[in-house]
């Protein structure tokens, strides 16, 4: 049975270099969160991005939920591969760096399609289903102490055959360190543990980053 290839930082590079290139508002924002500190780490890797973009042009997407927006790379990543009626929802509780992803949506002319709501991410999917709004792709970064309840309030809100991607769900490894029993750890493994029992999605767990699980409404 074959294996995956350990991923280090020279084999990270060659693949980024060959790689779909990077649009230069993409690039402005990986250099801006370098200069953030440790919290740069809740930005999505190079590789995730070329992967969301791939899977919305395969699949389709036209409409996309952003659960976590950070200063905007994920979203922006994702907007660039919609069509032009596409349409982003992108939720977070953070103004002040909603407000940083908005401007660089702006110099990326995707302002249009990106929708920014500043609170409460449940608050915010309370509202959604309500409304009765649907979705073709939804894309959990948020905090891992409700991605239970994130992802369960997605189901409300994504069309059959839809995708929810959650990210971090291997956590840097910690999930299979039996030393790590952080609330996060804890959260993110019970997570894991609730989707692959779940018979309302057949999901995976792709190590992307730090981890991609995918999920498709059945």
């Known amino acids: 049975m074959g294996s995956n290839l350990t991923i280090n ?8 270099k060959n790689s779909l290139e990077l649009n230069p508002i993409q690039k402005e924002i990986i250099s801006y969160n370098e200069k953030l500190g440790l919290i740069k780490r809740m930005q999505i890797s190079v590789s995730q991005c070329h992967f969301l973009h791939l899977i919305i042009k395969l699949s389709k997407v036209k409409k996309i939920l952003e659960i976590g927006t950070f200063t905007g790379l994920s979203s922006l990543s994702m907007s ?3 069509p032009k009626d596409g349409k982003l929802i992108a939720l ?9 992803a908005e401007n660089f949506f702006k110099k990326a002319k995707q302002e249009n399609k990106i929708k920014t709501i500043i609170k409460p991410a449940l608050d915010s999917l309370k509202d959604l289903i309500k409304n009765k709004n649907k979705f073709d792709l939804v894309f959990i970064d948020a905090d891992k102490k409700n991605y239970k309840n994130y992802y369960n309030q997605s189901l409300h809100l994504i069309n059959t055959n839809g995708l929810i991607i959650i990210d971090n769900v291997l956590w840097y490894g910690n999930v299979v360190n039996k030393k790590s029993n952080d609330k996060n750890t804890l ?11 779940d018979k309302r999605t057949e999901n995976l767990i ?9 999920c498709r409404k059945l």
């Open 80 to 82: 660039l591969a919609l």
């Open 187 to 197: 959260s993110i493994r019970e997570f894991n543990s609730y989707i692959n029992k």
């Open 9 to 16: 930082k020279d084999i990270e590079k060659y693949i980024n």
């Open 92 to 100: 977070d509780k953070d103004k002040k760096t909603t407000e940083v």
């Open 206 to 214: 792709m190590p992307i980053g730090d981890g991609f699980a995918i």
